[in-house]
């Protein structure tokens, strides 16, 4: 079996969606039936890290858009494929010069609503089948789009091995002066397109948690062009001094990241499903995430962390106060339903059902 993979971006990529290409592109390569996972990246912004078994990753696709249609045009017409794969909505028009019925991953936000051309709202019902990283992006897509085909969930996958409760890095301690202080973190990127991540929410209760814990600040690790209206937000606020910001970093650095955090808030309102909340609970910290958006799913509608409503700053409030109560951190029991070996059996049980 011979795969085409069109993705914004995987390895050398940043960010969740990257993430879950490059994690999706391993799951496949593992697939006893496969002979070549072909992969067309739209963005390469980082170093390539070393690719699965049995992948050929075409970086000239990369340089602008002209050259990704050139070489997917190349691809398709020097070689044949069984299966043709994707990964974002936007690029569903490419995707059908390669072939009529794609089978189309849809991430959050961007698929809840109808998409951004004609073609595209059409070429959607000809699909080979709709995967959906949770059950509400799944709904919200069937909602818009009356696709009639078969569709399926595949939650975001956590590597266990790779997290853990850890001591605290001395060294991100002293850079972002943390000495003798409480941590609430978030992760992810600022940006402008996406103020539904929930650091607003977090900054304006802010005031009030210091008052109870003076020894209180909020990190936000990550970067993005809505950094300077937030450091703003919190000088509004009065609380410049215990609002941090790591701006971009390195993947490496993640693990560490999340162990120098006491409680991990994210009450966001568009989010699909969030690799960053199985990411700090697999590090052990009391997870916080939005009742109304994926975040619900990542956290198994709260048997792993704690719900919240994202227009209630009382709740978000009283959520973040009882963690920074509890005791020991701890990895929830559970959380192995998110484990990689589980993805890698959803992955291979959807080929399966596609591409029999």
Same mark, same amino acid.
């Given at each position: 079996?011979?795969?085409?993979?069109?993705?914004?971006?995987?390895?050398?990529?940043?960010?969740?969606?990257?993430?879950?290409?490059?994690?999706?592109?391993?799951?496949?390569?593992?697939?006893?039936?496969?002979?070549?996972?072909?992969?067309?990246?739209?963005?390469?912004?980082?170093?390539?890290?070393?690719?699965?078994?049995?992948?050929?990753? @075409?970086?000239?696709?990369?340089?602008?858009?002209?050259?990704? @249609?050139?070489?997917?045009?190349?691809?398709?017409?020097?070689?044949?494929?069984?299966?043709?794969?994707?990964?974002?909505?936007?690029?569903?028009?490419?995707?059908?010069?390669?072939?009529?019925?794609?089978?189309?991953?849809?991430?959050?936000?961007?698929?809840?609503?109808?998409?951004?051309?004609? @073609?595209?709202?059409?070429?959607?019902?000809?699909?080979?089948?709709?995967?959906?990283?949770?059950?509400?992006?799944?709904?919200? *897509?069937?909602?818009?789009?009356?696709?009639?085909?078969?569709? *399926?969930?595949?939650?975001?996958?956590?590597?266990?091995?790779?997290?853990?409760?850890?001591?605290?890095?001395?060294?991100?301690?002293?850079?972002?002066?943390?000495?003798?202080?409480?941590?609430?973190?978030?992760?992810?990127?600022?940006?402008?397109?996406?103020?539904?991540?929930?650091?607003?929410?977090?900054?304006?209760?802010?005031?009030?948690?210091?008052?109870?814990?003076?020894?209180?600040?909020?990190?936000?690790?990550?970067?993005?062009?809505?950094?300077?209206?937030?450091?703003?937000?919190?000088?509004?606020?009065?609380?410049?001094?215990?609002?941090?910001?790591?701006?971009?970093?390195?993947?490496?650095?993640?693990?560490?990241?999340?162990?120098?955090?006491?409680?991990?808030?994210?009450?966001?309102?568009?989010?699909?499903?969030?690799?960053?909340?199985?990411?700090?609970?697999?590090?052990?910290?009391?997870?916080?995430?939005?009742?109304?958006?994926?975040?619900?799913?990542?956290?198994?509608?709260?048997?792993?962390?704690?719900?919240?409503?994202?227009?209630?700053?009382?709740?978000?409030?009283?959520?973040?106060?009882?963690?920074?109560?509890?005791?020991?951190?701890?990895?929830?029991?559970?959380?192995?339903?998110?484990?990689?070996?589980?993805? @890698?059996?959803?992955?291979?049980?959807?080929?399966?059902?596609?591409?029999?």
């Amino acid at each position: 079996m011979r795969i085409l993979l069109l993705c914004t971006d995987a390895f050398g990529g940043y960010g969740g969606i990257a993430l879950f290409n490059r994690e999706l592109m391993r799951a496949l390569s593992e697939h006893p039936r496969l002979e070549e996972l072909v992969v067309l990246p739209r963005l390469i912004p980082n170093p390539i890290e070393p690719l699965p078994p049995k992948t050929r990753f @075409v970086e000239a696709a990369a340089r602008n858009e002209a050259a990704y @249609v050139a070489q997917l045009l190349g691809t398709i017409r020097r070689e044949k494929f069984d299966l043709v794969i994707c990964g974002h909505v936007n690029l569903l028009p490419l995707a059908r010069m390669a072939t009529k019925h794609p089978l189309l991953i849809t991430h959050g936000i961007e698929a809840w609503k109808p998409l951004r051309d004609r @073609v595209s709202n059409r070429v959607v019902k000809h699909c080979r089948g709709v995967v959906s990283v949770s059950d509400l992006t799944r709904v919200r *897509f069937l909602d818009w789009s009356r696709y009639e085909g078969p569709t *399926f969930v595949l939650p975001n996958a956590v590597r266990l091995d790779q997290y853990g409760i850890r001591e605290k890095n001395r060294t991100l301690i002293e850079r972002f002066g943390l000495g003798g202080k409480r941590v609430v973190l978030t992760v992810g990127r600022l940006s402008v397109s996406e103020r539904y991540k929930g650091f607003d929410e977090v900054i304006e209760v802010m005031p009030e948690l210091v008052a109870e814990f003076p020894d209180l600040v909020y990190v936000i690790a990550g970067g993005g062009n809505d950094a300077p209206r937030l450091a703003r937000k919190s000088v509004e606020h009065g609380v410049e001094q215990q609002v941090i910001f790591t701006g971009l970093f390195d993947e490496a650095m993640k693990a560490d990241l999340y162990n120098l955090a006491d409680v991990y808030a994210m009450p966001s309102r568009g989010e699909g499903f969030g690799f960053v909340f199985l990411e700090a609970m697999a590090s052990g910290v009391p997870t916080i995430a939005s009742k109304h958006d994926g975040g619900r799913e990542a956290l198994l509608h709260g048997k792993l962390g704690m719900l919240v409503d994202p227009s209630n700053a009382a709740g978000i409030r009283t959520a973040i106060a009882n963690a920074l109560t509890r005791d020991a951190r701890r990895i929830p029991e559970g959380l192995d339903y998110f484990a990689f070996p589980r993805f @890698v059996e959803r992955v291979h049980a959807i080929i399966d059902s596609v591409a029999p």
